[in-house]
């Protein structure tokens, strides 16, 4: 049976199919994110990776643990969370 040139075969969709499939099955198991959460901790601040229980640093004052979170996140193309005393989100910035 004859294909015309701009007719893609079943088997062309299939494996395309099966491509993305794979790829997508990938990204999702990628498990958790690098972004760099600055929260306070006992007298200072800590940076701490997202989902992580343990921190990644301790700092005396926030504006030396956003640097640090700052290089970490934009290493990893992810995001810095900057919390309140409180523990509020204040500010997020965003390093994709």
Same mark, same amino acid.
């Given at each position: 049976m004859?294909?015309?040139n701009n007719s893609r075969s079943w088997i062309d969709i299939l494996t395309e199919l099966v491509e993305l499939f794979f790829k997508s099955s990938r990204q999702s198991k990628r498990g958790r994110s690098w972004h760099q959460h600055v929260v306070p901790?006992?007298?200072?601040?800590?940076v701490r990776r997202e989902g992580n229980k @343990? $921190?990644?640093s301790k700092h005396r004052r926030q504006d030396t643990a956003i640097r640090?979170?700052?290089?970490?996140a934009r290493?990893?193309?992810a995001d810095v969370i900057i919390?309140?005393?409180d523990g509020s989100i204040r500010d @997020? $910035?965003?390093y994709d």
């Open positions: 004859p294909k015309s901790y006992k007298d200072g601040w800590a @343990r $921190i990644t640090k979170a700052k290089r970490l290493k990893r193309k919390h309140r005393a @997020r $910035i965003n």
